[in-house]
């Protein structure tokens, strides 16, 4: 089994942040590969190959001029309470500050590559989430251990670290059970939290609309339910009356513990909570049927989060929405008209940013985000050309769509960031994936071909109609415009005659004024 543990220094000093070496009496050929695999995760540079780099994900012209980006900056990094295991009651004696957490993680049923990967990826969600990165711990094992995750062992040694560095919270590249999370803190003395409650973070920060707001608080409560948690006396059980050994008046109680209290007020806010998302329902659906009478094709972006979904909607409608450099920077779906060369009006929807691992209850919670997707014409999947595994960002995407059940829509694969990929990088992902567009939001490079394929891609009109609308209709002429391919126009002393190509709902309405 390979482990990482501190080297330690000659004057038994604490050790440095990210040094580490190697204990494998099995694997020797691996000792340098595995040395280096923490220094290379939590190294600044590695780190923006997951996020980012600011110098070139800054803003276009096309962007607007991003009005929310100053308060979503402000509160990036807001500090938060202290996180000390025991604390003091007094609110105002608090310490604020950012929390400074240890990654955790195992490799062994993936690659030691897939692996840096996804604590790469952690790292980015931990500073996105307003945390300071301080080490990483990197275990090759086969089989997370069933009580603390990294084993006896290794539980002891992420303890050692966290005293040496003065970190305050242990971030797991997983989902950690209930029971083991609770164990690890109490080994490491120290809040441990999963990769799921740092993306429930994120989205808590991010969410600005009332209905996106009470998704993630649904989320939250979802997660939160089988992870509470209490000690001493607030686990002690009330009186009940007589049954409580008679102990008069005073005493009698429902009988129920603090954690029983906490988890029937967490079930009764959760059921509140679906209520006012089935609530809004509606008024999505009738703005999505007043789009599907009009007959206006839909096209939804999708695509892993920070790919770029948000720079390309701007690039292509000038909708000026927020885009960041941070991950799961959109939450809520922006919808946008456009047209296509020949005139044909369109729908572009920007939609929630997907992830690996991404937590089941916010699939669930977010499925009226989703559906965006569900009900399109065509899904433009959006991949970051410049991230280092492309192919994995592919196949998380797929997974989430297919969940959603929308895997039977037409795909169109974009990768955007070209700008920042070579020549060898653009042969490879064309290869990956025939019929792909490689495009820039940037620079605008491809941003023409992927308005042409769009346009192939959405359902045109079809059935010839010749008719006369009188000019009290000037409604439906309007849509024939908007929806419909005008063949010949003449106006005549009854109205409008014109000829187009127009689809079945729009042949129904005319119906009544065809000639000929």
């Known amino acids: 089994m390979v482990v990482l543990v501190p080297k330690k220094p000659e004057s038994e000093q604490p050790p440095a942040s990210s040094e580490w070496i190697v204990e494998d009496e099995f694997a020797a050929p691996d000792l340098s590969k ?14 923006a190959a997951a996020l980012g780099d600011d110098s070139t994900h800054g803003h276009s012209e096309y962007d607007g001029q991003q009005l ?43 690659s030691l ?116 948690r209490g000690w001493g006396e607030s686990m002690s059980r009330q009186a009940g009356g007589q049954a409580a050994g008679g102990v008069g008046m005073g005493s009698r109680g429902p009988g129920e513990t603090k954690i029983e209290l906490d988890r029937r007020r967490i079930n009764t806010r959760m059921a509140k909570l679906r209520k006012q998302i089935a609530a809004m329902k509606p008024a999505r659906e009738t703005k999505r049927a007043n789009r599907t009478r009009n007959a206006v094709p839909a096209v939804a972006i999708a695509g892993y989060t920070n790919a770029g979904k948000s720079s390309l909607l701007n690039r292509i409608t000038q909708a000026g929405v927020l885009v960041q450099n941070a991950l799961f920077a959109t939450l809520d779906p922006t919808v946008r008209k456009a047209v296509t060369p020949d005139g044909r009006a369109y729908t572009l929807a920007d939609t929630v940013g997907f992830v690996r691992n991404l937590p089941h209850q916010l699939v669930e919670a977010f499925r009226s985000s989703l559906e965006e997707i569900e009900s399109s014409d065509l899904v433009v999947h ?33 990768f955007n960031k070209a700008d920042l990929a070579d ?9 990956m994936e025939p019929g792909s567009i490689l495009v820039s939001s940037r620079t605008g490079e491809g941003i023409d071909e992927l308005i042409a394929a769009i346009a192939v891609r959405l359902p045109e009109p079809d059935i010839r109609v010749t008719a ?37 709902v729009m042949a129904t309405e005319l119906e009544p004024f065809r000639v000929g």
């Open 113 to 228: 590559q897939e692996a840096e990967n996804s604590l790469r990826e952690l790292a980015a969600l931990a500073e996105t989430a307003g945390a300071e990165v301080l080490d990483g711990l990197l275990q090759k094992r086969a089989h997370p251990d069933a009580a603390t995750y990294l084993g006896k062992g290794k539980a002891q040694e992420l303890k050692a670290l966290v005293a040496a560095v003065g970190a305050d919270t242990v971030i797991a590249d997983t989902e950690l059970a209930p029971s083991q999370r609770r164990a690890l803190e109490d080994v490491v003395n120290a809040k441990v939290i999963d990769r799921t409650a740092v993306i429930l973070d994120i989205f808590a920060q991010h969410a600005k609309s009332r209905e996106g707001k009470a998704q993630v608080e649904l989320a939250q409560l979802e997660y939160l339910l089988p992870r509470l």
């Open 382 to 414: 959006v991949v970051d050309a410049s991230h280092p595994d492309p192919a994995g960002q592919i196949a998380t995407v797929r997974q989430v769509i297919a969940e959603v059940g929308a895997s039977g829509i037409p795909e169109l694969i974009v």
């Open 68 to 110: 929310d980006l100053e308060e979503r900056s402000a509160l990036r990094r807001v500090a938060g309470l202290s996180t000390e295991r025991e604390d003091i009651s007094d609110v105002e004696y608090r310490q604020l500050r950012l929390e400074k957490v240890v990654l955790i993680g195992l490799y062994g049923q993936q």
């Open 34 to 47: 595995a040395r280096a695999a923490v220094n290379r995760i939590l190294d600044r540079d590695a780190r």
């Open 423 to 431: 020549d060898v990088t653009r042969m490879a992902l064309r290869g």
């Open 468 to 504: 006369v609308v009188p000019y009290s209709r000037g409604d439906l002429v309007s849509r024939l415009h908007l929806n419909a391919q005008i063949l010949e126009l003449e106006y005549v002393e009854e109205g409008t005659k014109l000829t187009a190509l127009v689809n079945p």
